[in-house]
Structures are given as structure tokens and as C-alpha cells.
């Protein structure tokens, strides 16, 4: 029996989420991505979906299956209006509902209950619209299929059909209401219709001789909504009394049919805004031609990669200015820690929250940067980034990044997806050897799939269970940045110097200018 769009099963739809986004997505920009998506659909509550990443591939398939379905824009576009209409009477229905059952009289009265009855007309009709509009279509993922077979068996219950036959029969007996008003000093009177002569007839009638042809149209549509609600309010309970039976009729309705909407539709509702609003979010990054892919979930680490895969957050802060370069990592057995050196600025750490980004992404259910991917369904996902100085502790900087690595790897399993950066930069090269020696051992001992950004070359080549990928330059002008991170070793150069030359700031360049002022000041002196 179909229970959510975006789990398979009810048991596991009532698992435990995260109502707070995990410790990685500050240093993974994942925050930066979720957030525009968040705020765009903030009426529907998804935070919960998008912080709780999963562990159950059969879960992970489903959805990538429900949005490989959901690519198609014409399919997408029927879900799409038919789920904003059921939310929106959702949530009118809950201030209806508040309405009703309260005892001030200014809320609970005929045109509160008038608006109950037209919810549930419109209700009806989306669901029928749905249901036949996609009757002689094939669905093909299983979340799909298993809603539109629930939804068919849904409409043609008998308490279904009894609810559609009922707002029939009251649509038909209210429309059988007549009664009349004289307006005059502020003052309202209302009585029964008693045949008394329409008399707009018999103004149309005797200007109708005048028509010369067809002239403007002024009339204007009014809204649906009361400017005076004690007013109508008041005409409407003047009218109930004189047609008791109808209105007594839309009474009982109401109380029958205060919870109409049924709860499974309501949550379809919801949740499958969670696809569309993904779909939305990539869909410039596509049309600029960066690839996107639904990754194979791995339960071990034998053999993961990302072909053309990028950095998310970045290709979205670069809107149409451009857009990142791609690149590749492949990691087999026994390979587990990628160590990336290289120039300054090159795209290291861009390159490591890509790799973070892609697993994080992969384990929503969702597709993600790059043309071809293999991810390990991880248990968390620990990060190490830079972060100020904290002078309220006393600690100095390296105390610090040693506190917050022994913490890392207190946590981390086998199965842990771990990204440190640029670790150890505040001690000597001699102290950062050995400590970073030190965190090698550990995580090659720990097993769990790593990128390591450093400077310190030598971590590059710790052992078998090590890959050597560098941040490249031009080879025409290397203080240019190519922003490709290539597997190979280390070559040691100090890239700085041609950016200093560059800028005429080695120290050979700062000597003869010096030189060259104080030579100035002689000549004018």
C-alpha cells in the first residue's frame, strides 16, 4: 500500500529525521545550496528531508527513480499543479477548521462553513483531474505508479463517491436560494423572494433600443472574498432561517466532512515538492551544460569515482559569468585517502567540498555533479576546515586543530566519508611532518574514504592506500591557474615565486626598485 512519495514503506517514512543541518555543511557549502531551495519553498517544511541523509539503498533507488520520471516537464508540470492546489486547500482548510470549532461567532458561521463546502468541491475535482488526465499514461518508478494506483482506488471508494454526490446535492439546493435586500440609510433589510420583477431586466430591456453597436465592457470581476464578513454573516443566518432544511443540510456536511482531505494525498502533497524544487535548482546549471547523474550506491569502498564532477555551490555563486571546471577521482582497492597538493588558489579545496558535496547529495536520493558516479552509502560524513582562533579558550591555533582531529577520528568508521583541510599550517614544516605522518597512519589504519588538502608533500606518498592528485598550472605561464586536480606526484615546486614575479615582488624585483628610489632621492637631493 502506497504511503509516501519519498519512502517506500510507512516504518520507514516514521524513522527519526533532523529538524538541524549536520556539523559538515558549513565547511561543504552544502548550506549555500540548500539554502535558496529552502527559502523558495519554505510553506512546505522540507528542511527535515534535505538535513537526513539516508543509508537504505532500496530508499535511495526509489527516489532516484521517482526523479528520473519527474525530468519529463510535462509530466512534472500535471504533479506540479496538482500538488500546489492540494497544499493550498490544506492549508485553507486548517484556518477553516480553527474557524469552526471555535465559539466567537465571527468565525464560525454559514460563510466560513460556505468556504469548507467549496474546498471540498475543488478538492474532488483535482483528484479526479489527476486521476483522468493520467489514466492512459504509463508510469514507470514505483513511488509514481504506487500513488496513481492509490489515488484510483481512492476516488472509487464508496465514501468518495458519497462525498462528490453530497457537495452535488448542496451545490444544487443552495443554488435554489432566493432572497431579496433594500439598502437605504444605512440601514439592511432582507426578506424572502416572493416572485417580485428583477428590475436590471427592465433597465436592459429599455436601454437595449439605444445600442448602436457593441461598446466597451466596464464591468469588473469582483472577488470571491467578503469586504463586510459581519454583514454577509448576518444576511446569511437571516436567509438560513427562512430555507432550514438546506441549511441544516450544509450543517451536518460540515461536521461530517470537517477532516475531508485524506492524509495520504496531503503528504504526496508535500513531499514531492522535495523533487521538484531540486529539479528547479539545477536546471540552469544544466542548460549551461554541466553534467548531472544518478551516482550507483555502493555498501563498500572497493571502487568509487566521480568523472566531470564539480563543486556546486561555486557553479551557482558564478550565475552566468561562467562556469567551474570539472574533474575526476577514482579511488580502488586498496586506495582510500586522496592527498592533493599543489600551487595556492589552484582549486584544492574546491575540489575536496566537491567530493564531500557529491557523497552528501548521492545519500538524499538525488542526481548529482558529474557524467558517471559510484558513491559508498556512508554513516556520516566529518569534516576538518580552518576556523579562527578562538581567544576565549586560550588555546593556540595547533592545540586547536589537534583537538578537533582527535574528535574527527574518535567518531569516524570504516564507512565514514572524511574531508580534511589544509591541517597544521600554523607549526613548523619539522612538527607538521610528524603530525601529519601521525594522521596519515590513522587514517589509513581507520580505512574510511578521505581527502586530504595539504602542503606538506610528503603525505602524498604514505602508502598503497594513498592517491596523489595535484592542482595544476599553465605550462606556458605557471602563475596561471588551470583549476584541474590531476592524479600524479607531487613535484615540489614553489608556484608562489611566479606569482610573485608576476607582480614584481620577488625579492630580486623588490631589491632593484629599492635600488632604483634610493638612487631617485640622491640625484634630487
Known amino acids: 500500500m502506497f504511503y509516501s512519495i519519498l519512502f517506500p514503506a510507512e516504518e520507514q517514512w516514521k524513522n527519526p529525521r533532523k529538524?538541524?543541518?549536520?556539523?559538515?555543511?558549513?565547511?561543504?557549502?552544502?548550506?549555500?545550496?540548500?539554502?535558496?531551495?529552502?527559502?523558495?519553498?519554505?510553506?512546505?517544511?522540507?528542511?527535515?528531508?534535505?538535513?537526513?541523509?539516508?543509508?537504505?539503498?532500496?530508499?535511495?533507488?526509489?527516489?532516484?527513480?521517482?526523479?528520473?520520471?519527474?525530468?519529463?516537464?510535462?509530466?512534472?508540470?500535471?504533479?506540479?499543479?496538482?500538488?500546489?492546489?492540494?497544499?493550498?486547500?490544506?492549508?485553507?482548510?486548517?484556518?477553516?477548521?480553527?474557524?469552526?470549532?471555535?465559539?466567537?461567532?465571527?468565525?464560525?458561521?454559514?460563510?466560513?462553513?460556505?468556504?469548507?463546502?467549496?474546498?471540498?468541491?475543488?478538492?474532488?475535482?483535482?483528484?479526479?483531474?489527476?486521476?483522468?488526465?493520467?489514466?492512459?499514461?504509463?508510469?514507470?518508478?514505483?513511488?509514481?505508479?504506487?500513488?496513481?494506483?492509490?489515488?484510483?482506488a481512492y476516488t472509487g471508494t464508496e465514501a468518495f463517491t458519497e462525498l462528490r454526490g453530497q457537495i452535488g446535492r448542496l451545490r444544487e439546493q443552495l443554488s435554489s436560494v432566493e432572497y431579496c435586500m433594500l439598502i437605504k440609510n444605512g440601514v439592511l433589510r432582507v426578506r424572502k423572494y416572493e416572485g417580485q420583477e428583477d428590475?436590471?431586466?427592465?433597465?436592459?430591456?429599455?436601454?437595449?433600443?439605444?445600442?448602436?453597436?457593441?461598446?466597451?465592457?466596464?464591468?469588473?470581476?469582483?472577488?470571491?472574498?467578503?469586504?463586510?464578513?459581519?454583514?454577509?454573516?448576518?444576511?446569511?443566518?437571516?436567509?438560513?432561517?427562512?430555507?432550514?432544511?438546506?441549511?441544516?443540510?450544509?450543517?451536518?456536511?460540515?461536521?461530517?466532512?470537517?477532516?475531508?482531505?485524506?492524509?495520504?494525498?496531503?503528504?504526496?502533497?508535500?513531499?514531492?515538492?522535495?523533487?521538484?524544487?531540486?529539479?528547479?535548482?539545477?536546471?540552469?546549471?544544466?542548460?549551461?551544460?554541466?553534467?548531472?547523474?544518478?551516482?550507483?550506491?555502493?555498501?563498500?569502498?572497493?571502487?568509487?569515482?566521480?568523472?566531470?564532477?564539480?563543486?556546486?555551490?561555486?557553479?551557482?555563486?558564478?550565475?552566468?559569468?561562467?562556469?567551474?571546471?570539472?574533474?575526476?577521482?577514482?579511488?580502488?582497492?586498496?586506495?582510500?585517502?586522496?592527498?592533493?597538493?599543489?600551487?595556492?588558489?589552484?582549486?584544492?579545496?574546491?575540489?575536496?567540498?566537491?567530493?564531500?558535496?557529491i557523497h552528501y547529495l548521492s545519500c538524499l536520493g538525488l542526481c548529482v555533479p558529474g557524467r558517471e558516479a559510484a558513491i559508498l552509502l556512508f554513516d556520516s560524513i566529518l569534516t576538518h576546515f580552518g576556523r579562527e582562533e578562538d581567544l576565549s579558550t586560550r588555546n593556540g591555533k595547533l592545540q586547536d586543530d589537534l583537538e578537533r582531529l582527535h574528535g574527527l577520528l574518535g567518531r569516524a568508521t570504516s564507512r565514514s566519508i572524511i574531508v580534511i583541510n589544509e591541517i597544521f599550517s600554523s607549526t613548523t614544516l619539522t612538527d607538521a611532518l610528524l603530525l601529519g605522518g601521525r594522521m596519515m597512519d590513522a587514517l589509513a589504519k581507520l580505512g574510511a574514504p578521505a581527502v586530504c588538502v595539504t602542503f606538506i608533500d610528503e603525505l602524498a606518498a604514505h602508502g598503497e592506500e594513498t592517491v596523489s592528485m595535484m592542482s595544476s598550472v599553465r605550462e606556458d605561464d605557471p602563475a596561471v591557474r588551470t583549476f584541474r586536480i590531476t592524479r600524479r606526484p607531487p613535484d615540489g615546486l614553489a608556484y608562489a615565486m611566479h606569482i610573485a614575479g608576476k607582480y614584481g615582488l620577488t625579492y630580486e624585483q623588490l631589491c632593484e626598485r629599492l635600488r632604483g628610489g634610493l638612487c631617485g632621492s640622491h640625484k634630487g637631493g
Open 19 to 152: 529538524e538541524a543541518a549536520p556539523d559538515c555543511f558549513r565547511d561543504l557549502y552544502l548550506d549555500q545550496i540548500f539554502r535558496p531551495i529552502l527559502n523558495s519553498r519554505k510553506e512546505y517544511g522540507l528542511e527535515s528531508f534535505f538535513y537526513t541523509s539516508l543509508r537504505d539503498s532500496d530508499t535511495l533507488i526509489y527516489r532516484q527513480k521517482v526523479m528520473r520520471e519527474l525530468e519529463d516537464d510535462g509530466l512534472r508540470g500535471f504533479f506540479s499543479d496538482f500538488s500546489q492546489s492540494i497544499y493550498r486547500l490544506s492549508q485553507s482548510m486548517e484556518a477553516i477548521k480553527k474557524s469552526l470549532t471555535s465559539e466567537n461567532s465571527y468565525e464560525n458561521h454559514y460563510l466560513t462553513k460556505g468556504r469548507l463546502l467549496d474546498c471540498a468541491d475543488s478538492y474532488c475535482t483535482e483528484l479526479a483531474g489527476l486521476a483522468d488526465g493520467l489514466r492512459d499514461r504509463t508510469l514507470c518508478s514505483d513511488g509514481l505508479r504506487g500513488f496513481m494506483r492509490y489515488l484510483a
Open 199 to 357: 428590475h436590471s431586466k427592465e433597465i436592459l430591456r429599455l436601454f437595449d433600443k439605444f445600442r448602436q453597436g457593441d461598446g466597451t465592457d466596464y464591468r469588473r470581476k469582483l472577488s470571491e472574498e467578503p469586504y463586510a464578513q459581519h454583514v454577509e454573516a448576518a444576511v446569511l443566518n437571516m436567509v438560513a432561517s427562512w430555507y432550514r432544511d438546506i441549511f441544516e443540510n450544509l450543517d451536518h456536511f460540515c461536521l461530517k466532512y470537517l477532516d475531508f482531505i485524506d492524509p495520504t494525498v496531503s503528504r504526496f502533497s508535500r513531499e514531492i515538492q522535495f523533487y521538484f524544487s531540486w529539479l528547479e535548482y539545477i536546471r540552469p546549471h544544466r542548460g549551461k551544460g554541466l553534467p548531472f547523474c544518478y551516482p550507483k550506491l555502493c555498501e563498500n569502498a572497493e571502487h568509487l569515482y566521480d568523472r566531470d564532477g564539480f563543486d556546486l555551490a561555486l557553479a551557482s555563486s558564478m550565475g552566468d559569468a561562467g562556469q567551474p571546471v570539472t574533474n575526476d577521482f577514482v579511488l580502488n582497492t586498496p586506495e582510500r585517502i586522496i592527498v592533493v597538493t599543489g600551487p595556492n588558489q589552484g582549486g584544492k579545496t574546491t575540489f575536496a567540498r566537491a567530493f564531500g558535496q
